[in-house]
């Protein structure tokens, strides 16, 4: 995008002391927000959260420091989209994992300074930035997030044409804690989950859950809130979700993560944990002609 588009962005969505408009280092257009409460950043590529962190207090949103910020790749931590699918599709190797939404432009379609002090941005996704090859589907998407002592967002898929189509999706929240040692996850105590790590296995979740190791869990017919418990940082995340039947956890631990070669030092992982808000697996989500979707969720801190 050009200095005058970014221009033309502040003069139509700008708002003082809440948003402005400008280029990232690594060259993409990001919206970024300050208010009373919070400060956050959404690249428009892939409508990305990339930051959120309530004001006095440590970063809820993990972002890779070693992430590329470059046109057409994904970026390595907050939040990405991933819709139309979830994980590898289903049937073409070829296309991207956790679809294409993260990657591609996204425009903005309205923003406003609340009531209460929050900010709120509206992204769309259009038809003619989906690949027809991949996603032969008439549609529309959309990204609401509103900024203020909580971060909101809305996913919401609108099937615009005359035949369902099934989606997955996620919002692949990667959350900063101080260490994995400090850190334990409760919500999903007797859920059933797909082990992802080696060969798929199906079990059953024993307890809270801890990291010690890679792990990669589809947690599937759950709705339950998460709460992410950090002794470290003395807070807990919560994670409440709805219009999701699913809810990943994942961390790369040693060796996947120096493969990735983008987490920013050999013990990045130890600062980050995804807990994702999902429709995956066996909750996929059928789209009936003129019908609309919405997964919906709140990031909060809890001091303990």
Known sequence: ??????????????????????????GLVVARIANAYAQSSIALQGAHIMAFQPRGEQPVIW???????VQGKSIRGGVPVCWPWFGAHASEGGFP??????????????????PDGSTGITF???????????????????????????????LVTENTGNTAFEI???????????????MRITGLEGCAYLDK??????????????????????YVDTEADCLIEDSGFKRRIRVA??????????????????????FGSDTGYRGMVCVESANAA???????????????????????
């Open 63 to 69: 972002l890779s420091p070693a992430t590329k910020l």
């Open 124 to 154: 769309e996704l259009q038809q003619n930035s989906i690949p027809a090859a991949q996603w032969p589907h008439a549609c529309r998407a959309r990204l609401v997030a509103t900024v203020g002592k909580t971060l909101t967002v809305e």
């Open 97 to 114: 994992a956790h679809g294409f939404a993260r990657t591609v432009p996204w425009q903005v379609a309205a923003s406003e300074a609340l």
């Open 168 to 182: 997955g999706e996620a919002l692949h929240a990667y959350f900063a804690i101080s260490d994995v040692d400090n």
């Open 1 to 26: 995008m050009s200095q005058t588009g970014i221009a033309l962005l502040n003069q139509s969505f700008a708002i003082a002391g809440h948003l402005e408009f400008a280029r990232d280092a690594g």
């Open 197 to 218: 790590v080696g060969v798929t296995q199906s079990r059953t979740q024993q307890g809270a859950i801890r990291i010690a190791s890679e792990v990669d869990r589809i």
């Open 241 to 262: 979700k709805s219009g999701s039947r699913s809810t990943v956890v994942w961390n790369p631990w040693i060796e996947k993560s120096a493969r990735m070669g983008d």
């Open 282 to 304: 066996g909750n996929m989500v059928t789209v009936a002609p003129g019908a609309r979707h919405s997964l919906r969720v709140v990031y909060s801190t809890e001091t303990i």
